[in-house]
């Protein structure tokens, strides 16, 4: 247990959202790999990954009660690491629905929280998307659906980055600014 000499002062926790195909994960691992502080950088596939039994695609109407705990597991991990000193990079399909958690956690411990949206136009999106293998998500409907859920982000419409004609090193200095402004934290 280290005492209050050795302790790092809370890291910031920082979703990192969109809709499949947006590029969350190569802006992800650009930008963690710019900070200087000590950083966790985790994809929310991960969290869902762990069920073993009984899992249902996160995007269908009947797997709520299985979101709901994911995202209170994911936000009670991401708070563990802030709260030990890393900054925390969260990438997933997080909409405005899974602030609550994050909040919460966030205010209990006392940590800044920032949300940002990376939003290609859909033609893009669905460029970037369906091609990919693996088990990444590839069907249109499902894509096409999780990208209108981030159209209309109301008061948070300035956290969305339109990254359709930026590189990844373009999306990742908008990222950085972005966060060194303020302009993704959200006012506790």
């Known amino acids: 247990m280290p005492n209050a000499a050795t302790a790092m002062p809370p890291g910031d926790l920082i979703l990192l959202s969109g809709p499949p195909g947006s590029g969350k994960s190569t802006v992800s691992e650009a ?11 985790s994809h929310t596939d991960t969290f869902y990954s762990w069920i073993r039994k009984g899992y249902i695609p996160p995007y269908l109407p009947e797997s709520d009660r299985q979101n709901r705990v994911v995202m209170s597991v994911m936000a009670e991990a991401a ?3 802030a709260v030990g000193g890393y900054d925390t990079v969260l990438e997933g399909v997080f909409g405005l629905w899974a602030l609550d958690w994050f909040e919460s956690a966030c205010r209990e411990r006392g940590l800044v929280l920032h949300y940002l949206v990376l939003r290609p136009r859909l033609e893009v999106l669905l460029a ?3 091609p990919r293998g693996g088990d990444e998500l590839t069907q249109v409907e ?13 008061e948070l419409e300035g956290h969305a980055i339109d990254s359709s ?20 934290m959200l006012k506790p």
Do not use: I
Not at 165 to 174: G, K, L, N, P, R
Not at 177 to 184: Q, V, W
């Open 31 to 41: 930008f963690v790999a710019t900070f200087e502080r000590p950083t966790v950088l």
């Open 128 to 130: 970037r998307a369906t």
């Open 79 to 81: 708070c563990a690491y």
């Open 165 to 184: 004609d930026q590189s990844v090193e373009q999306t990742v200095a908008e990222v950085a600014a972005g966060l060194k402004s303020g302009r993704f």
């Open 142 to 154: 499902p894509v096409t659906d999780m990208h209108g859920m981030f159209q209309d982000l109301g």
